[in-house]
């Protein structure tokens, strides 16, 4: 059974960093896609970030050149570095993995992501 748990979130002021990681358990070979995703107050879930099987990563627009993704494959974790935190950046981030589909190339669309963490709250002051 496949388990996600997201943990780093806290609250920054603009300008700041924080580091968010993603334990994924229970998949047998690394064979799956991992993104983050987040969820602003009163808005729909949007996609941030996503990585595949060979490490490869793509990102939002709006964190271009601000997040950046890394993972630790022993120890099944992805990492998300987000650095020159924005008052807009504030929201429940969320950790999500499945399956690599045939393409090879993750997308950070929700619905490609069947298995999600609970969330860890970002929050950033101006």
């Known amino acids: 059974q496949v388990h996600v748990a997201e943990s780093g979130g806290g609250s920054v002021q603009a300008g700041g960093s924080l580091r968010l990681a993603c334990v994924v358990s229970?998949?047998?070979?690394?064979?799956?896609?991992v993104g983050w995703f987040r969820q602003p107050p009163g808005k729909e879930r949007e996609g941030v970030a996503c990585?595949?099987?060979?490490?490869?990563?793509r990102y939002a627009d709006s964190v271009k050149g601000r997040f950046t993704m890394s993972q630790d494959i022993a120890k099944n974790t992805v990492y998300l570095q987000m650095n020159s935190l924005q008052p807009e950046d504030t929201a429940m981030y969320y950790c999500a993995a499945d399956l690599a589909q045939m393409t090879g190339v993750c997308r950070t669309r929700v619905t490609d992501f069947g298995h999600w963490g609970q969330g860890t709250q970002v929050t950033v002051s101006s």
């Open positions: 229970g998949y047998t070979y690394r064979n799956y896609f």
């Open positions: 990585v595949d099987t060979h490490g490869g990563t």
